[in-house]
């Protein structure tokens, strides 16, 4: 079992920055896959970003390439979504996600391959 707990949501302008976190538990940080996922209302949860469990490996929606990034610290057991140049479509529920298969070595576009959740942060962004 893993827990995830995000943080660091809020309400900020478009062309401002945010950060989130995930804190996770429950299993060996580095070899879990990391992603961060959104879902604005009424609509689907789509991936955002993802990390493979040593940090050496990333991928990201091409909505977000160039203005979101994802990093991790395994020695805090922490994911991290660095945001910029936000956009009032950015609005969201931002949730992130784990996945253990192969020991973190992958990465993972699918919400399916992702069985723990965390209970998501609001992202605002007003223009």
């Known amino acids: 079992q893993v827990q995830l707990v995000e943080s660091g949501g809020g309400l900020v302008q478009a062309g401002g920055s945010l950060r989130l976190s995930c804190a996770a538990s429950?299993?060996?940080?580095?070899?879990?896959?990391m992603a961060w996922f959104r879902q604005a209302p009424g609509l689907e949860r789509d991936f955002v970003a993802a990390?493979?469990?040593?940090?050496?490996?990333?991928n990201y929606a091409d909505s977000v390439k160039g203005r979101i990034t994802i990093s991790r610290d395994n020695a805090k057991n922490t994911v991290y979504l660095h945001m910029d140049t936000l956009k009032p479509e950015d609005t969201a529920v931002y949730y992130c996600?784990?996945?253990?298969?192969?020991?973190?070595?992958?990465?993972?576009?699918?919400?399916?391959?992702?069985?723990?959740w965390g209970q998501g942060t609001q992202v605002t962004v007003s223009s």
């Open positions: 990390i493979t469990g040593s940090g050496s490996s990333t």
């Open positions: 996600a784990a996945a253990t298969v192969l020991a973190g070595r992958i990465l993972v576009r699918t919400r399916s391959a992702y069985p723990y």
């Open positions: 429950g299993r060996t940080f580095s070899s879990i896959s």
